[in-house]
């Protein structure tokens, strides 16, 4: 086998719409949790890259002024050694919930720019991986609701600046990954931001289409 000619340190954030219409995805994280770290260094291994370390992290978003539950954020899970510890997270999510079509998913992505991100290597790559099947509410639609958090961009300008802001998040190392409808509000994203790879997934119809293998490509691709 050829030498490695590149090694990073990885962290990927996935953020999971998780009401009603999700179920798909949902089970597709939990069944894959396991072997998620496997299959990534099997993909990396390939394009002759090696993941020195990975972690992962979960943000799971509903709608505030809907749901009890609306937002869970886990801090990093090293994988492989915290592996039954992911396991368990993404066991506990359940598909429900979300009321009206548009989410939350715009404060669930802030949670994700604002990650503890790991800074200590040269080469590393911060990856954010976002699904749904639907738009999401401006931001501070739910502000209304006893859980939201006081400390949240307060409209797209700022979670832009969000994006752009290296104390946040590297710039030379942030990618996002949409699996989205094509809509509005994410094309904005994909026009806008950089770094911004946009899959349009199909509105009320859950993300079925994305096979996890396929997913699991773009984000080697990324790294």
């Not at 990396?44 to 869970?72: E, N």
């Not at 040269?122 to 859980?147: E, N, Q």
């Amino acid at each position: 086998m050829a030498p490695y000619k590149v090694s990073y340190n990885v962290d990927i954030v996935f953020v999971i719409d998780s009401t009603g219409s999700m179920g798909h995805t949902v089970d597709m994280v939990k069944n894959n949790a396991l072997s998620f770290h496997g299959q990534l260094m099997e993909s990396m291994a390939k394009k002759q890259k090696k993941v020195d370390k990975l972690r992962v992290k979960i943000v799971s978003f509903r709608d505030y002024l809907a749901d009890r539950d609306p937002m869970l954020v886990t801090d990093f899970f090293d994988l492989p050694e915290e592996t039954e510890d992911l396991r368990t997270v993404t066991n506990s999510i359940t598909a429900d919930g979300g009321g009206d079509e548009p989410e939350d998913a715009l404060e669930a992505l802030a949670y994700a720019i604002r990650s503890d991100w790991d800074t200590s290597c040269m080469k590393s790559r911060h990856i954010i991986v976002l699904y749904t099947d639907a738009s999401s509410h401006p931001l501070g639609f739910g502000r209304d609701a006893s859980l939201y958090p006081s400390n949240m961009a307060k409209d797209m300008s700022e979670l832009t600046s969000w994006w752009d802001n290296p104390d946040y998040i590297k710039q030379s190392s942030k990618r996002l990954l949409l699996f989205a409808p094509d809509t509005p509000d994410w094309n904005y994203i994909s026009d806008n931001w950089e770094n911004v790879i946009h899959y349009p997934s199909q509105a009320g119809e859950g993300l079925s289409e994305m096979e996890f293998n396929e997913i699991l490509s773009v984000i080697a691709n990324s790294i």
